[in-house]
């Protein structure tokens, strides 16, 4: 029996006991927004509270601290996996950077500052629209912000393969005004290098290509939506390397966004009824995502000795944000509005 992952995998184990028990995140969940911040000194984030609590308020300081925690754990998950398993999980979690990069363009281009503060992007000061991630380091990313324009950020990330993505519109997004073809280059590269870095090594991984491949269902799903809900070509817009073939979802983009629900092989019955009440695609999202992490997260865990383990505790980290995240985001803003439930994945 192969042992490469044997110590990752133990010492992930050890790593989820410093995530939330479901009665904590139910505690969190109930909990008024004056008491918020105390309910969650309690758990495993009183040390990111006792960090920052004295720099700053809230809002902020409740971003900072989720933010901080989910960077501790992806830092302390990545420390003792192989560099087979740590490329995948890098890969992974170079999400956080494209969104950010993303951010920092269109920022760049309406002429909007773009300002980071602790472990959090944000845009004129307003609620925290990015995460710092594991990746790119916070001084890395000041550096990228204080580029004067679109194409002096596209050659200062020549030094990570998104410069090289982004080189060929270093002159057309300046002239157009429009970024939506760097996100969508952005888009494709990094699904392509989740494949690309997917490797079989146990034999036992076809769970972890099976999840990235639903991954790819998910945006193209979304992609489909959007076209049917602002009937905007999405031919162009849809990514290889899915489980359902884009030629077919590009015909189905001719149908409502009823009947496209009910063709797929998921079930979104829950966010389908949701959209009748209010017409709110992000529903949508929010249940494929919770229907890929409930079918994979368990299969993850229990795989020891693979990267699966790990990932499995790394998505497991990202939905506890999530989940607390939006938590103090509908106490915050006063927010009635039912939306559907993230899930624990743990």
């Not at 920022?107 to 990746?135: D, H, Q, Y």
């Not at 679109?150 to 090289?164: K, Q, S």
């Not at 979304?222 to 999405?234: N, S, Y």
Request: aromatic share 10%.
């Amino acid at each position: 029996m192969d042992s490469t992952y044997a110590g990752a995998y133990g010492h992930v184990k050890a790593l989820y006991l410093n995530l939330l028990r479901k009665d904590e995140i139910d505690r969190i969940k109930e909990t008024k927004k004056d008491e918020f911040l105390s309910v969650l000194s309690n758990t495993s984030y009183k040390n990111e509270i006792d960090q920052f609590y004295n720099r700053f308020k809230e809002p902020d300081i409740i971003d900072i601290i989720i933010n901080t925690h989910f960077l501790n754990n992806c830092i302390s998950a990545m420390q003792v996996l192989p560099s087979i398993g740590k490329t995948l999980i890098r890969s992974y979690l170079s999400k956080i950077d494209i969104q950010n990069i993303k951010l920092i363009l269109a920022a760049k281009l309406i002429g909007k500052n773009v300002e980071i503060t602790e472990n959090l992007l944000t845009v004129g000061r307003s609620f925290p629209l990015g995460f710092s991630s594991s990746l790119i380091s916070k001084e890395e990313y000041r550096n990228i912000i204080e580029q004067k324009d679109i194409v002096e950020v596209i050659n200062y990330l020549t030094r990570y393969n998104y410069g090289r993505v982004l080189l060929p519109f270093s002159v057309s997004a300046e002239l157009s005004r429009d970024v939506s073809g760097m996100s969508l280059a952005l888009d494709v590269e990094y699904y392509t290098d989740l494949l690309r870095n997917f490797k079989f090594y146990n034999g036992n991984e076809g769970p972890v290509l099976r999840f990235i491949q639903s991954l790819i269902d998910l945006r193209n799903i979304m992609t489909v939506i959007k076209e049917i809900e602002l009937k905007k070509p999405a031919k162009e817009l849809l990514i290889k390397g899915g489980s359902i073939n884009i030629d077919r979802l590009n015909e189905m983009t001719k149908m409502s966004i009823v009947d496209f629900i009910k063709d797929l092989p998921y079930d979104l019955n829950e966010a389908l009824e949701l959209y009748r009440e209010d017409g709110l695609i992000a529903n949508f999202e929010v249940e494929l995502k919770r229907i890929i992490h409930d079918k994979y997260l368990q299969i993850f865990r229990a795989n020891a000795l693979s990267v699966a383990s790990t990932l499995s505790f790394i998505i497991s980290a990202e939905i506890e944000r999530d989940i607390i995240r939006l938590s103090w985001f509908k106490k915050y803003y006063n927010i009635e509005k039912k939306v559907v439930d993230i899930g624990y994945g743990i």
